[in-house]
């Protein structure tokens, strides 16, 4: 007696359409990375924007937040998320958002 076996590839084939769509070199907001979900998950603050509000620095423009001091910053973002610097925030929000963008449609 003989039995077929069907394989349903589908998962597997969107992984791989996902993992395509993530080679090269891809430029990303920091909106997105540090996306609401993220940023409340690991703080107290529902979104980017919150935190920045809550620092106490004025951050209106990439120029503004390029001149708060790096310690400083990393202060704040260890008193105030569950990271230890700025650094590990964003390796952390942009392994989150890589592991979302792999996942999307599985």
Request: hydrophobic share 40%; glycine share 6%.
């Amino acid at each position: 007696m003989s039995m077929k076996i069907t394989i349903n590839r589908k998962g597997l084939d969107q992984l791989l359409k996902n993992a395509k769509e993530l080679e090269g070199t891809h430029q990303v907001k920091l909106t997105d990375t540090l996306n609401p979900g993220f940023v409340s998950s690991h703080s107290k603050f529902v979104d980017l924007e919150a935190l920045f509000a809550a620092s106490g620095f004025k951050i209106d423009t990439p120029e503004d937040f390029a001149a708060i001091p790096d310690d400083e910053w990393d202060k704040f973002i260890s008193e105030n998320t569950d990271f230890s610097n700025w650094e590990e925030m964003q390796r952390s929000a942009g392994a989150s958002y890589m592991k979302a963008k792999l996942h999307k449609g599985l």
